[in-house]
């Protein structure tokens, strides 16, 4: 079963465009909603993270937007640069004794912007 | 760097033989993770460690692999009687814990098992 659904799969977006990159969840313990950036032959990479008690986190030109009631999150790049490129993973965790440690990941998203 | 490190970066074994990777991190980090990543998937968690405790096993994790921490510090992963299905990225994370806020794990860059 999966519990984190991410889409799409890849995109591709002009330099200067907004990507978008969705995820929904069904564990409704998930308190802790973070996206990975990961480049080729690296590790992934925090970008920016959300709990649920906002809607929106907006650090320099990417953005998360959550909605609770739907259990769905999302992840906005503004201004996409060819640097940007890379593969973004959304992930989510629940509390368990005081904690937020067990990572559930999406399949990826591969994002290629061309130039 | 001061980053979590990994060795070997890419491993190319036998079916049946053992193998064992190394992780080390961030040094005051007192949390370390082993997530495993096949080719088009996400991290899939492995076990995790809080000082020297390992505290939880996923079920991913067959009898055939064992994961320490002594001291606390680095850790080793190894696999006895590799399988081609455990052919995969093997990443290892660490965090430092704190009281009130989550805390952020930090990747590796991972470690390609290459089972034939």
């Known amino acids: 079963q999966q519990q984190v659904k991410q889409s799409p799969q890849s995109l591709i977006v002009q330099k200067g465009g907004i990507s978008i990159i969705n995820c929904a969840y069904e564990n409704t313990a998930f308190d802790y909603f973070p996206w990975y950036q990961q480049f080729p032959g690296k590790g992934p990479a925090l970008l920016i993270a959300i709990r649920p008690d906002v809607s929106e986190k907006k650090e320099g030109r990417f953005t998360i937007s959550f909605n609770k009631s739907a259990k769905q999150f999302s992840l906005h790049i503004m201004d996409s640069q060819p640097g940007d490129s890379a593969t973004y993973f959304c992930?989510?965790?629940?509390?368990?004794?005081?904690?937020?440690?067990?990572?559930?990941f999406g399949k990826g998203t591969l994002l290629t912007v061309n130039p | 760097d001061t980053g979590v490190s990994q060795d070997p970066r890419h491993k190319i074994t036998k079916r049946g033989q053992n193998v064992t990777f190394r992780c080390d991190p961030i040094s005051e980090h007192n949390r370390l993770y082993w997530y495993r990543q096949t080719l088009g998937q996400g991290p899939e968690f492995l076990t995790y460690f809080q000082n020297e405790a390992q505290l939880e096993k996923s079920r991913l994790l067959s009898d055939r692999f064992s994961a320490e921490r002594p001291k606390g510090s680095f850790s080793t992963l190894e696999i006895q009687r590799t399988e081609q299905g455990d052919s995969a990225m093997y990443l290892c994370?660490?965090?430092?814990?704190?009281?009130?806020?989550?805390?952020?794990?930090?990747f590796g860059p991972g470690t390609r098992l290459t089972v034939l």
């Open positions: 992930a989510a965790s629940q509390n368990s004794g005081g904690s937020n440690y067990k990572l559930t």
């Open positions: 994370a660490s965090s430092l814990a704190q009281l009130t806020l989550t805390d952020t794990q930090y």
